[in-house]
């Protein structure tokens, strides 16, 4: 009610007039309802009030997970929107049937499914998700064949500016001119960094490595004294990790489909790679799960409990507090990146894509973006691209099984050997060709200036003009 009727009013007092609205999740989607109430109290009818608010309306779902769809007692919508159904004189089966997935006032009020209705333009957040919710809601447009459902996909970007450390702006300014201050969206200049010395960006790799053990170590040691953790404790955990070690970092929300505890699915197998003193590996957990998630509050618990575990201690940690600071950290320092969502639940997911202006390469599943962005030479994909054979406990546990055991052999044969693998001048070239044509073929393609033009020609453009100057007369 407050982001969506409350929007709304708060941007006509305001004085603005926007001619294109566009709702990011179902949260907002009472706002669609606020603006057909106010055509029809300046006169149109509901019929027409609809069709002009559906033609400017852009609506974007960012998950595939049905908890992500909020959905509320119908008799609760009826008395919150009380006000806003006289105005639309509407009944209040009418209204309902508007939030249910099946077109039956009876249903769970669903804001997914009334966004939809009154959003001409819709979308997910990558090519994948936008086939997963042309299954997921063809239900609601009464088709059998998803692909003629009318949503599409404009796969995330982020900014890549605000993500990319001052020194990694820098070194692409001199070495492949490269401007962060000017957006390219006629040309995409990130191509051209697959042709800087690989020897100069392994020195600043390995500048942003040290770095970020230096910062965890002393983190790790802040984290032992407010546990009231002795002073050898204390000592010890300002001395884990190693600047010249593989590092590997798994950084995001902790929720379930997520699978923080992947990695752990065969210990002793993990304890192997960990304990090789003559090729160092390491992983570097951080991340919050929300509040009521106690699925993924179990799973943070148990990624600490084997941060304790004798067999990687000090080569496995968990830093706290999580945020904006300890991100930029994270993606500098991190030489590979981790994700292991159970495909096909990440609807995309940004943290991978801020890696690669740092030299940094995922090892992840192909979920998301993954798939559009992996080409064989820039990371590499974990499992097969499969999904669980069922989504019940067994499919998953199978699945995970799966994933577990190509992660291991990907460590194993490819990543580590990759890292370790240096020339006469301690390079390790074969690794520098996978970062560098990963900074040549993830920024430029996944940045938000990219993403805004998307939206600007696939749903802004369309949306904008007849309708708004049909809805402002």
């Known amino acids: 009610m407050l982001l969506g009727v409350g929007g709304v009013l708060a941007l006509d007092a305001l004085g603005e007039r926007p001619t294109v609205f566009h709702l990011n999740e179902g949260h907002a989607a009472f706002a669609s309802l606020a603006r057909t109430a106010a055509l029809v109290r300046r006169g149109r009818s509901l019929e027409e009030a609809m069709v002009l608010v559906r033609r400017s309306t852009v609506f974007t779902t960012h998950t595939p997970v049905a908890a992500g769809h909020d959905r509320y007692e119908p008799r609760l919508v009826v008395r919150a929107l009380r006000q806003v159904v006289r105005d639309l004189k509407m009944s209040d089966e009418a209204l309902l049937a508007l939030g249910g997935e099946h077109g039956e006032a009876k249903e769970p009020f669903c804001m997914t499914a009334l966004a939809l209705r009154l959003a001409e333009h819709a979308n997910g957040v990558a090519a994948l998700h936008g086939r997963v919710t042309r299954e997921m809601w063809m239900h609601l447009y009464d088709r059998r064949d998803p692909a003629q459902v009318p949503i599409g ?19 692409w300014r001199d070495e492949a001119g490269i401007d962060f201050s000017v957006p390219a969206v006629d040309r995409d200049p990130w191509p051209d960094a697959a042709r800087v010395d690989p020897g100069r960006l392994w020195a600043l790799r390995c500048r942003w490595r040290s770095r970020l053990v230096l910062e965890a170590r002393r983190r790790l040691a802040h984290q032992a004294q407010r546990q009231c953790a002795d002073a050898d404790e204390v000592l010890r955990a300002s001395q884990f990790l190693d600047e010249s070690a593989l590092t590997i970092g798994f950084a995001r929300r902790f929720a379930t489909y997520k699978r923080a505890p992947l990695l752990f699915t065969d210990a002793d197998r993990l304890a192997k790679i960990v304990a090789d003193a003559d090729r ?3 992983f570097v957990f951080a991340g919050k799960a929300h509040p009521r998630d106690t699925e993924g509050q179990a799973f943070l618990r148990q990624v600490h409990a084997m941060t304790l575990d004798p067999r990687f201690r000090g080569r496995v940690v968990m830093l706290e507090e999580y945020d904006m600071g300890l991100a930029r950290l994270l993606v500098s320092g991190c030489d590979v990146w981790l994700n292991t969502p159970l495909r096909p639940h990440e609807a995309s997911g940004t943290s991978g894509m801020k890696v690669a202006a740092h030299g940094g390469i995922n090892l992840s599943i192909l979920d998301g973006w993954w798939p559009e962005g992996f080409d064989g030479r820039n990371g590499w994909a974990i499992g097969d691209g499969q999904e669980p054979p069922a989504e019940d406990a067994e499919g998953r546990r199978r699945r995970d099984e799966e994933d577990a055991k190509s992660l291991y052999a990907l460590l194993e044969r490819e990543v580590i050997p990759e890292f370790f693998d240096r020339s006469t001048g301690g390079v390790p070239e074969r690794w520098m060709d996978r ?19 998307e939206y600007l020609v696939k749903a802004y453009l369309p949306a904008h003009g007849g309708p708004a100057a049909a809805e402002r007369a």
């Open 153 to 171: 996909h404009v796969t995330n970007g982020v900014h890549v500016a605000t993500w990319t450390d001052p020194t990694a702006r820098a070194f």
């Open 280 to 282: 160092p590996v390491q």
């Open 435 to 453: 970062a560098l044509r990963s900074a040549a073929t993830i920024p430029g393609r996944f940045g938000a200036h990219r993403m805004v033009a």
